[in-house]
């Protein structure tokens, strides 16, 4: 190199540096290709994809940096993520259930690339993808669901509810389909939707109102027989309650007797003097200030309005009966 | 060429001369941008060198992708490789397209709900409800139906948290995406992202638990089953979802899963508001009845201490009697010994005074010989009302005597 040229470039390494740099990235751009972790890629030289000459099959490219055929390949991307897709066609379906009950349902598609090569053939778009997916869940879907009666879609029964039975079905069936005939991995079908059709949610409401009035009464009649039950229990006990108290009284009131007994055999000293002891004391007690006695001059101290009142003599304590209104 | 330069050089010097200084000034400008580049370079490199400095926040995690390919690294040595970025540190990655950086939320809890089981103009978050709508049209007006067939609606929450943001990026399509793909079709509503997968697969937990529920379980939101183990329908749903998105392995973590709302039909809500009011009268009932019991046997409970109490008194009473009526007739009887007749007469006549003095009304009637007299005698007279008579004097002459 002539001293001249080293001085040129000595002189322009800037403007020579930025340009090298500008052609080197544009180079590269136009040779290589980057793949994301995200995504399948495959290479199409004139519109043919490439093939991995070792297993014979379309070659899949890994995550990274690549080299193409500048203008004659071209590169081929979809995310290899799964997805979801909710079907829009027929979206709600109505079907019968083996037992002829009419239902409406809608189902999800969790869904991947599966076989990319096989994916790149058959579809231009992601669209197109789901529209056939949509008709093989569909297809699935009246397949299975009337194989199953309405207890098995519906049921306070745990046992005898066959709902993960029927979507796993479904998506048996989905699954081989659509990964050998369109190269797509179908994770899960699920439902989105489950009802009856409009005309029968009329006749639903009619049940469950007259159902409702049914517990309502329901309610009633319990509330009524619980409450006449806990009336009935309470006059039991408080009979109970009062009756023991009685029989507990009788019993105090028989020790209270049989201790006084153990004192009337003092009364055997002289039974005639206690009886007549006895007999002052029930006089005491029986006349009142509200009665009414009725003497005559025979009874002491009346006596005295007796002629010869004045005059003593011995007397037996002996005495006429009054005569007493209560 | 070369002679016709000459030729121009002996025709017009002068042109020679601003040729020369135009030269000068283009290699001026030439030198000026050459500057200008160097200082761009520099500031370039710089940029580029700095610029790939980043960290991640703590409520973030991040990953690093070389031209496309996800990259890992040691940060930890226990823990070997991973391809996590976590926060505390300072990163650096190559400028755009070689390196970029895709940060996760990973820390934040987000919170998604499922309005789909209600009518779509109604807002069960404010409380709305819909009036009188005669049927539900399916695809339009959402529900739910539970295991007995009636229809109710419904409105549940999910909150997760993403658990592993590795899987959660690169198993599932994002809603960056997703968004791109909304906005692509003119505003035409695409079900892809993570958030309406999670969504489909909360609104796939609900309708399946919810077919197994019998309404009133459903109402209470509780049942119990035939063991006499009680299970939470919030419990049970969030058990199926989390089932669901173990399946497909979405690398989040359920943190709670609730009931918001829940209503029934318009037109069934007056059915089942008479059920509400039948149980409160019945429990209303009920509560009356136990009221009557607890006053019925505290009062039988009262009475039964009053007779027991009663008979005591009268067991002390007919002891203490007959011990004081002993004593007294062992006193009277000593008496009576030594004197019989006169001790008789004393008690009789005490006896007969005592009757006497408390006898408001007496008769006495002479005695007559054979007994047979006519005596007339008006017996228990209606008793004068003092207080009666006083007010009739009152009346009478007009002031108080």
Known sequence: ?326 | MEEYTKTTKIIDPELDENSSAGMQAVVRILRAISICLRILIVFVFGYLMFSGVFRVDEQNEAMLFRFGALQTRVLDPERGETAILTSGRWYWAWPYPIDWVKKIPAQNSVTLSTGNFFEPWINPAKGEQSAGQKTLRPGTDGYLLTGDTNIVHAQWEVTFRIDDAKTYYLNFYDDENAETIISAKKGEEEFCGVQSTIKCLLANAVILETATWGIEDLINTTRTLPNGQAESLKDKVQMRLQKLLTKVNMGIKIQSVNLVSFNYPSETVQAFQQVNDSAEEARRAVLNAEDYRDKVVLAAQGRGYSIINEAKSYRTKVVESIKADTSYFLTVLTEYERNPETMLTALYTDTIKNVLNAVDSKYVVHAVEGGNQEVRLLLNPIPEDKNENQQQNQDMSGQPN
Not at chain 1, 96 to 108: E, L, R
Not at chain 1, 175 to 196: C, P, S, W
């Open chain 1, 1 to 326: 190199m002539s001293e001249k040229k080293k001085s040129l470039l000595a002189r322009h390494w800037p403007v020579i540096s930025l340009a090298l740099l500008v052609v080197i990235i544009f180079v590269i751009a136009m040779i290589t290709f980057q793949v994301k972790e995200t995504e399948y890629a495959i290479v199409k030289t004139f519109g043919k994809a490439r093939v991995d000459k070792t297993t014979g099959k379309i070659k899949e490219y890994t995550p990274g940096l690549h080299l193409r055929w500048p203008f004659i390949d071209q590169v081929w991307r979809h995310d290899k993520r799964l997805q979801c897709y909710e079907l829009k066609e027929g979206t709600h379906e109505q079907m019968n259930t083996k037992d002829k009950f009419q239902i409406v349902v809608s189902t999800y598609v969790l869904w991947r690339v599966g076989n990319p090569g096989m994916f790149l053939r058959r579809f231009s778009s992601t669209e197109d993808a789901e529209k056939s997916l949509e008709a093989v869940v569909r297809n699935s879907r009246t397949a299975v669901i009337p194989r199953y009666s309405f207890a098995e879609i519906v049921n306070v029964k745990t046992s005898e509810m066959k709902m993960e039975a029927i979507e796993n079905g479904m998506l048996a069936m989905v699954k081989n389909v659509a990964m050998t005939e369109y190269g797509i991995d179908v994770q899960r079908i699920g439902f989105r939707h489950l009802g009856f059709p409009e005309a029968v949610t009329t006749k639903v409401f009619d049940r469950m109102k007259a159902e409702r009035s049914r517990i309502s009464g329901k309610y009633l009649a319990e509330g009524k027989s619980q409450a006449q039950r806990i009336r009935s229990e309470a006059d039991r006990e408080a009979n109970r309650i009062i009756a023991e108290a009685e029989a507990d009284a009788k019993r105090i009131r028989g020790q209270g007797d049989e201790a006084a007994a153990k004192y009337y055999a003092v009364y055997g000293k002289n039974p005639e003097l206690a009886k007549f002891l006895r007999s002052l004391e029930a006089l005491k007690l029986s006349l009142g200030s509200k009665d009414t006695l009725i003497l005559d001059t025979n009874t002491p101290p009346y006596s005295l309005f007796k002629p010869g009142a004045t005059e003593l003599k011995q007397t037996s304590a002996k005495s006429p009966q009054p005569a007493v209104k209560k």
